[in-house]
Nanobody, 126 residues
Framework: QVQLVESGGGLVQAGDALRLSCAVSGRSSFSLYAMGWFRQAPGKEREFVAAISWSGGRTIYTDSVKVRFTISRDNAKKTVYLQMNSLKSEDTAVYYC??????????????????WGQGTQVTVSS
């Protein structure tokens, strides 16, 4: 089993920055997992935000966050990060971290992920 715990959410103003963290624990090696960030706004479906391969060599972003957000990972610390800059009100959502055991893919759909965190709220006021 793998446990994921997100942190770093909060209330900020438009244009501000936040860094989300996702700490991973469990018996499996963190470096064997591709990691992703998703978000869900009230009344909307969960949507893909960003993903990073097991090695960190490949990153993928949804178009709306490209340039503004950066996903990264520290395999020694078993942590994945989402640096969010130039936040907009439409970024308001609960952000979820997800893990998929794979060294060959960097998945972008929720159904491909095996483990999920509980989420952290990000609220951007305009």
């Amino acid at each position: 089993q793998v446990q994921l715990v997100e942190s770093g959410g909060g209330l900020v103003q438009a244009g501000d920055a936040l860094r989300l963290s996702c700490a991973v624990s469990g018996r499996s090696s963190f470096s064997l997992y591709a990691m992703g960030w998703f978000r869900q706004a009230p009344g909307k479906e969960r949507e893909f935000v960003a993903a990073i391969s097991w090695s960190g060599g490949r990153t993928i972003y949804t178009d709306s966050v490209k340039v503004r957000f950066t996903i990264s990972r520290d395999n020694a610390k078993k942590t994945v990060y989402l640096q969010m800059n130039s936040l907009k009100s439409e970024d308001t959502a609960v952000y979820y971290c997800a893990a998929m055991r794979s060294t060959t893919t960097t998945p972008q759909t929720a159904r491909e992920y095996d483990y999920w965190g509980q989420g952290t709220q990000v609220t951007v006021s305009s």
